[in-house]
């Protein structure tokens, strides 16, 4: 008998303490829930999140989804504010601040956008002889100023497209473009121009940068440059006569037989730019490049991609407008 009343004290202590934790992780974390407006185009807004805590500053995306309008942002125990940023094409930029305490569990946070003016465009896209180009998308894109928003040094800087159009049979582009100088987040942050590329990857624009004005009294001639292929082989011959070890491969995550990693690199001659031409485990590679001069390297990479050698393979490779240059290192 006394050990029957022993078990039953047993679960009278313990059973309540059990039931308090296990209520505890069914809390709920707090959500900040948002009504994007029926009139925005959800394939091509952004918006980001700041959320600011007792583990600092979490800085992300919020994923958008084309017909979509409902979205939450999960903010974690330890959150304390919010910040948002929310961009639509087309219209003004729109900012919040939460406390997380005054979020509402039930009613959503519902951004109000405000049209920009627009001013006329006129682009005419030509080729590197002057002929006129048909058919070719340009895109204006620009940055966020997310660094300078939300009070981060390091990590991605987010960008969005402003306009995309298509040249037609003349090479011309007729475009109203939105008025950013007419929103009050872009000055504050010092935006000057947009940054005007093709969605293709076969070429360039020049120049690459138009300037942010209230009017374009004078077409904008924007040339394409068409981009070089540059591929071959680097040869075990020069792979043993440089005494190169490691796996040949131009991933990071590759799975590795060796405790280095070999990658093949095209340098600008000015230094500035580079490419991973990706090496494959043949010594086969091949990269498209925008016209220039290049020098070649292997470089080979340790424990936490660190360089460990660098290999000189081909100085002063002048690569040309639309050139199939192929490369063999023996």
């Known amino acids: 008998m006394k050990r029957y009343c022993s078990i039953l004290f047993l679960v009278l202590v313990f059973g309540p303490g059990l039931l308090v934790r296990q209520e505890a992780k069914a809390?709920?974390?707090?959500?900040?829930?948002?009504?994007?407006p029926r009139e925005i185009d959800t394939d091509s807004l952004k918006m980001i999140s700041g959320v600011y805590g007792g583990d600092g500053l979490g800085v992300g995306p919020i994923d958008t989804k084309s017909g979509v309008?409902?979205?939450?942002?999960?903010?974690?125990?330890?959150?304390?504010?919010?910040?948002?940023?929310?961009?639509?094409?087309?219209?003004?930029?729109?900012?919040?601040?939460?406390?997380?305490?005054?979020?509402?569990?039930?009613?959503?946070?519902?951004?109000?956008?405000?049209?920009?003016?627009?001013?006329?465009?006129?682009?005419?896209?030509?080729?590197?002889?002057?002929?006129?180009?048909?058919?070719q998308k340009i895109t204006l894109s620009h940055g966020l100023a997310t660094h300078q928003y939300f009070g981060y040094l390091d990590g991605m800087a987010f960008s969005a497209d402003l306009l995309t159009a298509t040249s037609d049979n003349k090479g011309e582009i007729d475009a109203e473009l939105p008025l950013l100088l007419e929103d009050p987040y872009f000055p504050i942050y010092s935006l000057t121009s947009l940054l005007?590329?093709?969605?293709?990857?076969?070429?360039?624009?020049?120049?690459?940068?138009?300037?942010?004005?209230?009017?374009?009294?004078?077409?904008?001639?924007?040339?394409?440059?068409?981009?070089?292929?540059?591929?071959?082989?680097?040869t075990k011959s020069f792979l043993r006569r440089h005494k190169v070890e490691g796996d040949l491969t131009p991933y990071m995550n590759a799975k590795r037989h060796s405790p280095f990693r070999v990658e093949l690199r095209a340098e600008s001659g000015d230094g500035t730019r580079g490419y991973n031409c990706m090496l494959l485990g043949g010594g086969e590679f091949s990269v498209v490049l925008p016209i220039g001069t290049?020098?070649?390297?292997?470089?080979?990479?340790?424990?936490?991609?660190?360089?460990?050698?660098?290999?000189?393979?081909?100085?002063?490779?002048?690569?040309?407008e639309n050139e199939n240059r192929i490369l063999v290192v023996r």
């Open 27 to 36: 809390e709920k974390q707090p959500v900040l829930r948002i009504r994007i």
């Open 69 to 135: 309008y409902d979205y939450s942002v999960q903010l974690g125990s330890k959150a304390k504010t919010v910040k948002l940023l929310i961009y639509a094409p087309g219209y003004k930029m729109v900012t919040a601040e939460f406390g997380v305490k005054s979020i509402s569990p039930v009613q959503p946070f519902a951004p109000r956008f405000t049209k920009l003016p627009t001013t006329p465009l006129h682009l005419k896209v030509v080729g590197s002889n002057g002929e006129p180009l048909a058919n």
């Open 196 to 234: 005007m590329s093709s969605p293709n990857a076969d070429g360039d624009c020049s120049p690459s940068l138009l300037p942010l004005r209230r009017s374009y009294e004078q077409p904008v001639i924007v040339t394409r440059l068409f981009r070089a292929k540059l591929s071959g082989k680097i």
């Open 294 to 320: 290049y020098n070649l390297h292997l470089v080979v990479l340790g424990k936490g991609e660190t360089l460990h050698r660098k290999i000189p393979v081909q100085k002063n490779v002048v690569l040309k």
